[in-house]
């Protein structure tokens, strides 16, 4: 045993309770250095067999079969995702005794040891995109170049608290740029985001939610009229179709799985502090 593993956290939703979960069990075992990847939204037999196909790729290329941490409901998809050869771990097992198995090593009996697996450096990097998100919040700067992802939307539909979510939690520089009237006249992509087309993702939100979440912060105010939010919604739409930005409707979606769907449609890869 060499003391490095790659491990797989694959789920059918966002990922985030197997990660979890897994990154607190994996921290038990002390001198184990890890390679994660989390496929989330494994929810058709199409993406359980990606998912297979993935690990088993890694797992031809490497002198150790990979963990996968699984919270995959179907038992079909399950089966699929077993297929891979990689040693699948259901979070309702008792994993931690499967693992000293599996690993030639007894967990330490520590506690409280998942904090750390983030070194120096990753903490930095979360500090730093923190940083970035905070800076490029509402188009204050809009120098994009660093950006991971931009988000785009009319006012008050959660770009704010996305991107500060992705970056706290994954050390996604993330930015967000407001839609103005302006901008809205027109159903082409604003000038300055023209360079960072890939990175883009819209927001958009049911016209009645936004206008209340606008009514909380300007109470009897023009911006949260219902007739105003229907109408830059529209054309916020409209954009997004014209340019092919990808999209989603934040109404009934929390910000974890917003910002899981976002990162797994753009491809950003990165694992949970």
């Known amino acids: 045993m060499n003391g490095r593993r790659t491990v797989f956290f694959v789920s059918d939703s966002t990922g985030i309770t197997a990660e979890t979960i897994g990154n607190s069990i994996l921290a038990q075992f002390e001198g184990l250095e890890c390679d994660a990847h989390r496929i989330a939204f494994v929810d058709t037999p199409e993406k359980a067999r990606a998912a297979a196909l993935r ?86 700067d809009l120098d994009y170049s660093r950006a991971d992802v931009i988000l785009v939307g009319v006012s008050r539909v959660g770009k704010t608290p996305t991107c500060l979510y992705m970056a706290l939690h994954y050390g996604v520089k993330a930015a967000n740029y407001p839609l103005t009237d302006e901008d809205l006249e027109h159903d082409t992509l604003p000038r300055r985001l023209e360079d960072y087309r ?25 911006y949260a009229k219902l007739d105003r939010c229907k109408r830059e ?41």
């Open 55 to 140: 690990i088993k790729i890694v797992y031809a290329q490497s002198d150790e079969r990979p963990i996968v941490v699984n919270t995959v409901v179907d038992p079909q998809l399950c089966e699929i995702i077993a297929e891979s050869g990689a040693l699948v771990i259901d979070v309702l097992a008792p994993f931690v005794g499967t693992l000293e198995l599996e690993l030639g090593m007894r967990r330490s009996g520590a506690i409280n040891r998942a904090h750390g697996m983030v070194d120096f450096g990753q903490y930095e990097a979360r500090i730093d995109a923190t940083n970035y998100a905070l800076a490029h919040d509402d188009g204050v």
């Open 198 to 222: 890939q990175r883009l993702y819209g927001l958009t939100i049911e016209p009645v939610r936004l206008a209340q979440v606008r009514e909380a912060r300007r109470p009897g105010s023009r």
């Open 233 to 273: 919604l529209v054309l916020a739409d409209q954009i997004f179709r014209h340019e092919r930005i990808p999209s989603l409707n934040t109404t009934h979606t929390s910000i974890e799985e917003i910002g899981a769907k976002i990162m797994a449609h753009l491809g950003i890869e990165r694992h949970m502090f």
